[in-house]
């Protein structure tokens, strides 16, 4: 079994910058791609940036030029950079990860418990 462990949100002013962190333990063979996924009041949760296993990158068109999203395979762990942060990026932020147990098995999806973001004055 898999488990992600988020940290670093936080409250920030506008213009201001927070680094969201997602470390994969438990039994892991490799992992596939790896995401960042928020989800703000009353809305569906939405893609924010993915990361492949060679280091490829993909952000929505929200959050292009102002976040970063990078990997660190050695320590199972994605990391996303919040610059610049607005008001509407207010959300809870979620990890996704594509992880398997064994070399043989399926990749399957493991989902974050959440990180709060909130931009506020």
């Known amino acids: 079994q898999v488990q992600l462990v988020e940290s670093g949100g936080g409250l920030v002013q506008p213009g201001g910058s927070l680094r969201l962190s997602c470390a994969a333990s438990?039994?892991?063979?490799?992992?596939?791609?790896m995401g960042w996924y928020r989800q703000a009041p009353g809305l569906q949760r939405e893609l924010v940036a993915v990361i492949s296993s060679g280091g490829s990158t993909d952000y929505a068109d929200s959050v292009k030029g102002r976040f970063t999203i990078s990997r660190d395979n050695a320590k199972n762990t994605v990391y996303l950079q919040l610059n610049s942060l607005k008001p509407e990026d207010t959300a809870v932020y979620y990890c996704n990860v594509r992880v398997r147990a064994t070399p043989w098995a399926s990749f399957v999806e493991v989902w974050g418990q959440g990180t709060p973001v909130t931009v506020s004055s």
């Open positions: 438990g039994r892991i063979s490799s992992i596939n791609a």
